[in-house]
């Protein structure tokens, strides 16, 4: 594994990049959320206008009720216009404003001004029929588009648009308030208020201030909501990253298990492990007189390779070195089948390789030989690092004997190689069916690997003909 050399940028630089690719996962995340919660209020939106259109034509009935009808065609062409741009290559981040807002103006317009197939009441009447509720029934659907901003912009807009309807009727002649008739702000009898307050042109102002105050309140609750559903959004994309990052590490069965754990990884302990390395052999060779892009993309097929088959072994993927592979089997939790998977995906991996390598040669590129060592011990398994960054790691001298017998392959001239230990536990763990399993191996003398005294019981497997 000493062929290959990887090069890494520094902590603070990767930060950064790091950094800004969370960013960007959030943003496209956020983005997705917002036009999913765009389309479930317009279609809250218009399903409100159906309803409202049959109610009034029940209760209306034409032909007064076509003025109505035809605003609420309106209405329904801003939502649905508000929602095809913001899916066009024309959407811009103001248009859901600019279209909130005249929303709100023609339902302000709409709860005001009479219609004129309505008998000719006095207009001040108009703010006593409890119209300014389809105000609040708008606010309502707009909590669905995860936009806090957009929530607190409607309630603006809501509360602007229905102050300048209020002070649009207050001007009209003949407008009676409490502030613009003398008569009024003397002590008066009960009769009189009730008589004052009864007379068709009287606008009560401190119910329409009240009124604003409601909406505003409304909008700002509605935001807040918005806000946490968010920040709930958030938890769950970072739940999702972290669970992507897992099975990064871990087959898909196991990123399940460990998701729901509190403490996945528990705390260090002992137990036995299969670790396996791959390697490419005379990667630096390969490497020297090709281009860097070339190089790079040998290796992502080559890793996406491997990781596909100690996946489907139920292994565990520990580190990508350079040109070379760690893996381990039994990591977090031990199984009964360890050092059986171990065995089958190395087997895997050689015969993977060995198509990939007849698909090569029929493009006519260089073959790609691969090497492979397994030994099974105890090791030990625990976080390692520092408060700023942890790795979970497997150490032990299984690892350190497992990386040997990779580099040993080149020695006996064979592809794979491993263990009297891991030969050992096949046969424990598979009974009768070991033979079979370890059919094509050879057994050896004992090999002295570089930094252990003690020699190493070994098998030689020479790889699928």
């Known amino acids: ?31 997705a959320e917002e036009m999913a919660g765009r389309r479930l209020a317009t279609t809250a939106l218009l399903t409100g206008i159906a309803v409202i259109a049959v109610w009034l034509f029940i209760q209306v009935g034409p032909p007064r009720v076509w003025f109505y009808q035809v605003i609420l065609g309106l209405f329904a062409l801003i939502f649905i216009a508000n929602y095809s741009l913001s899916q066009s290559r024309f959407a811009r981040p103001w248009q859901s404003y600019v279209l909130m807002s005249l929303a709100v103006a023609l339902l302000a317009f709409t709860l005001v001004v009479p219609n004129p197939f309505v008998e ?33 912009w409607a309630g603006l807009s809501a509360a602007a648009a229905w102050i300048a309807g209020v002070v649009w009727v207050t001007g009209l002649p003949g407008t009676m308030t409490w502030l613009n008739q003398p008569d009024l702000g003397r002590p008066m009898t009960s009769d009189e208020l009730l008589a004052a307050y009864l007379d068709p042109r009287f606008v009560d102002l401190e119910a ?20 946490r559903s968010r920040r709930l959004v958030m938890r769950q994309i970072s739940v999702a990253r972290e669970r992507a990052n897992l099975a990064r590490y871990f087959p898909p069965t196991v990123v399940d298990q460990l998701a729901d754990l509190d403490d996945p990884l528990g705390e260090v302990r002992a137990q036995p492990v299969a670790v396996m390395f791959v390697d490419i052999v005379g990667f630096t060779q390969l490497a020297e007189h090709r281009d860097p892009h070339e190089t790079v993309e040998i290796l992502r097929d080559y890793h996406a390779l491997v990781e596909r088959e100690i996946f489907d072994h139920q292994g565990t993927l520990d580190k990508f070195l350079g040109d070379g592979v760690m893996a381990t089997f039994g990591t977090p939790n031990s199984g009964p089948q360890d050092a059986v998977n171990a065995l089958a995906c190395a087997q895997a991996i050689l015969e993977r390789m060995a198509r990939w390598n007849d698909e090569r040669a029929a493009r006519g590129q260089a073959d790609i030989p691969v090497s492979i060592g397994i030994h099974y011990g105890e090791a030990v398994l625990g976080d390692i690092g520092s408060e700023r960054r942890l790795e979970f790691a497997v150490l032990g001298d299984v690892v350190n004997v497992a990386n040997r ?22 046969h424990r763990q598979a009974g009768g069916r070991a033979e079979g399993l370890l059919a094509d191996f050879r057994a050896c003398e004992p090999q002295s690997l570089r930094g252990r005294a003690e020699r190493v019981a070994v098998w030689t497997y020479s790889g699928p003909e």
């Open 1 to 31: 594994m000493t062929d290959a050399v990887v090069t890494e940028l520094p902590a603070e630089a990767r930060r950064p990049r790091l950094e800004q690719r969370v960013l960007e996962q959030h943003a496209a995340a956020f983005q």
């Open 120 to 152: 000719n009441w006095p207009t001040q009447t108009r703010l006593r029929y409890g119209n300014f509720v389809y105000m609040l029934a708008f606010l309502a659907p707009i909590a669905l588009s995860y936009s806090p901003k957009l929530m607190i």
């Open 208 to 227: 329409r201030v009240q009124e604003v105050i409601v909406v505003l309140l409304m909008a700002g609750v509605l935001a807040l909501v918005v806000w």
């Open 405 to 426: 017998l990779e580099a040993l392959t080149r020695t006996l001239a064979c592809r794979l190689i491993v263990s009297q230990a891991l030969v050992d536990a096949v």
